[in-house]
């Protein structure tokens, strides 16, 4: 999801997004244009739109999941200038089983932010592709396709 940039906007549609995101196995994520806490900015101001999104996540008993500490966002000029308005929430029921990951983005102020399951090992080990598939030429064929696709979509 995308919050909105005006303060205004972003607060109602912090308050009108509760009815939507109920359950108990919730994954919402994206750019909320606003903190959380102090932590999440170098300036180390709040505002309403904090307010408005701490209660949004304590309402939809959601959660961030380990390693989310970190900004996601840099002025390009402005070193002092960073924050964290980029979120994984989860549901209680499920956040265990979760990892969260920035990562650098050298083309864009902003960081990615990447969440990956906590694998357990089960069996022999984890699963990891088969180099078989590689020499089937028409799932080699459809992963090339797949890549040019994916690298001209600018």
Same mark, same amino acid.
């Not at 598939?133 to 992963?143: A, D, R, V």
């Given at each position: ?55 949004? !996540?304590?309402?939809?008993?959601? #959660?961030?999941?380990? &390693? /989310? ?7 390009? =000029? %402005? ?33 990615? !932010?990447?969440?990956?399951?906590? #694998?357990?090992?089960? &069996? /022999? ?7 078989? =598939? %590689? ?20």
């Amino acid at each position: 999801m995308y919050a909105p940039t005006e303060a205004k906007s972003r607060k109602e549609f912090f308050l009108n997004l509760y009815p939507d995101i109920h359950g108990p196995n919730m994954i919402l994520c994206g750019d909320f244009n606003s903190v959380l806490s102090t932590s999440d900015r170098i300036s180390k101001k709040l505002d309403d739109m904090s307010d408005a999104l701490n209660m949004l !996540i304590r309402m939809a008993n959601l #959660c961030e999941p380990e &390693g /989310s500490k970190q900004f996601t966002y840099q002025h390009p =000029l %402005l070193n002092d200038r960073k924050s964290q308005i980029d979120y994984f929430f989860l549901s209680q029921s499920i956040v265990s089983k979760w990892k969260h990951q920035v990562c650098f983005c050298a083309f864009s102020d902003y960081q990615a !932010i990447v969440l990956f399951p906590v #694998c357990n090992a089960q &069996g /022999s080990g984890l699963w990891c592709l088969s180099n078989d =598939l %590689l020499k089937n030429l028409k799932y080699f064929s459809s992963i090339c396709a797949a890549i040019r696709k994916f690298s001209h979509n600018d």
